[in-house]
């Protein structure tokens, strides 16, 4: 399965040749209320195209079938 993105014509993802090209993007959703720790509420990754900034949501890429690795930053924890 080939993802290209629709901007700038770049193959981001290759599942055939192996090629990924994308830059992981994260949306953090902090909640309202103002406390002594910051508590997230909900995280959500995309993939970016690393030219034109054009984001595909990673919930589309796992509707196709497409794996796209998630590595949370600090903890070396993965999201899949």
Known sequence: MKI??????????DTENNIS??????EIF?????????DVDSLKF???CPNCGRKI???KLD???VKVRIWESGRGEEYV
Do not use: A, N, R
């Open 63 to 65: 509707e196709l079938g």
């Open 30 to 38: 902090i909640k309202p209320e103002i406390s002594k720790w910051i």
């Open 4 to 13: 290209v993105c629709k901007d700038c014509k770049k193959v981001l993802i």
């Open 21 to 26: 090209d994308y830059t992981i993007y994260t």
């Open 46 to 48: 995309y993939i970016m």
């Open 57 to 59: 949501e990673k919930e």
